[in-house]
């Protein structure tokens, strides 16, 4: 059999530690585990686990991105506004929000976040990466269990619940204010939301008690389009990362607790083969399809600080090599 440097023109490395960014294809041998190791990438997305929230709590947003994300108020209980920052590895415990609320939306990335709505509430705050900074001008409509995206200058709210009914009131964020724009064209609450302003996207959610929807809808800066696309999985009470072309869905409630993990290309949806390690509802998401954040969240045993990392399929990836 023809040795690897015969073949590779070079020795496999011996290493203490394994290379931060390997190569598809490159191998090293690993002293600390005694394990030989290469770099390849992944054939679908996985969650790997990652470290816990400081505080457990459900209900709550999220916003930027899995190696800089942001967990935004919630309920422990009580209702909190307790704020929290990831730098990919850990959770650090920044300044709370002026305003303790829950079933928020939040936009944004961690240096620059907006948050706003809330049980009973409209109110809109604004995060430097140290503190909230409350804006006297909240949203038109007072509502929670509503969805948002966008970033803290140019922000997107849509649906919800208010204190009659559920809604499908669209609101755009310049940096100073709310204007009221176009309506989804399906009213409805505990949904899920991802993109831009320019290029929003609402996931799923509950058109009426009880029943959970997949509809997916595509705004333009304009108006709202029912995608031909629907989620696998209808459900409520989900989270949602990415971009209009490029989104991930995950976690929710069926008839219970799902860890279902979905991607959209901006034309339909493919149920990934490998859900949350923790399935959950009323979480919160950051992040990329292809880097993606889940945080937090409500299980039927109580509240959940568990954060888990989605590595989509085609990432670089380490595997350990053994005899077949």
């Known amino acids: 059999m023809a040795d690897y440097i015969n073949i590779y023109g070079q020795d496999i490395l011996a290493v203490a530690s394994d290379p931060a960014n390997p190569t598809v294809?490159?191998?090293?041998?690993?002293?600390?585990?005694?394990?030989?190791?290469?770099?390849?990438?992944?054939?679908?997305g996985t969650w790997a686990t990652g470290n816990n929230l400081n505080s457990a709590r459900r209900e709550l947003a999220g916003c930027g991105t899995q190696t800089a994300g942001l967990a935004i108020a919630g309920n422990l209980p009580p209702d909190t506004g307790a704020t929290e920052e990831y730098d990919g590895t850990n959770w650090t415990t920044s300044n709370p929000m002026n305003t303790a609320r829950a079933a928020l939306a939040g936009a944004g990335d961690q240096t620059a976040a907006l948050g706003f709505g809330g049980l009973f509430t409209g109110a809109t705050e604004e995060y430097d990466g140290t503190s909230w900074a409350n804006n006297p001008t909240g949203l038109n409509t007072v509502r929670w269990s509503l969805a948002g995206c966008g970033t803290q200058t140019a922000g997107l709210a849509f649906g919800g619940t208010t204190p009659s009914t559920r809604t499908n009131a669209?609101?755009?964020?310049?940096?100073?204010?709310?204007?009221?724009?176009?309506?989804?064209?399906t009213a409805r609450t505990q949904l899920?939301?991802?993109?831009?302003?320019?290029?929003?996207?609402?996931?799923?959610?509950?058109?009426?008690?009880?029943?959970?929807?997949?509809?997916?809808?595509?705004?333009?800066?304009?108006?709202?389009?029912?995608?031909?696309?629907?989620?696998?999985t209808a459900r409520r009470y989900l989270a949602g990362c990415g971009i209009q072309t490029a989104a991930l869905a995950f976690g929710g409630y069926t008839t219970t607790p799902t860890g279902a993990t979905e991607e959209y290309d901006g034309t339909s949806w493919?149920?990934?083969?490998?859900?949350?390690?923790?399935?959950?509802?009323?979480?919160?998401?950051?992040?990329?399809?292809?880097?993606?954040?889940?945080?937090?969240?409500?299980?039927?045993?109580?509240?959940?600080?568990?954060?888990?990392?989605?590595?989509?399929?085609?990432?670089?990836?380490?595997?350990?090599?053994?005899?077949s």
């Open 25 to 44: 294809g490159q191998i090293w041998y690993n002293t600390t585990s005694n394990t030989l190791k290469g770099g390849g990438v992944t054939t679908s």
């Open 170 to 185: 669209t609101e755009e964020y310049d940096g100073s204010s709310w204007t009221t724009v176009n309506s989804l064209n």
């Open 192 to 232: 899920a939301g991802a993109g831009l302003q320019t290029a929003g996207l609402a996931i799923a959610g509950s058109p009426s008690i009880g029943v959970n929807t997949n509809a997916t809808e595509e705004y333009d800066g304009s108006s709202w389009t029912t995608s031909a696309g629907t989620l696998n």
């Open 270 to 323: 493919t149920s990934n083969p490998t859900s949350l390690n923790t399935a959950r509802l009323l979480l919160a998401g950051a992040g990329t399809q292809t880097a993606g954040l889940a945080f937090g969240g409500g299980t039927p045993g109580g509240f959940v600080a568990a954060t888990e990392e989605y590595i989509g399929a085609g990432s670089p990836t380490t595997v350990t090599i053994t005899a």
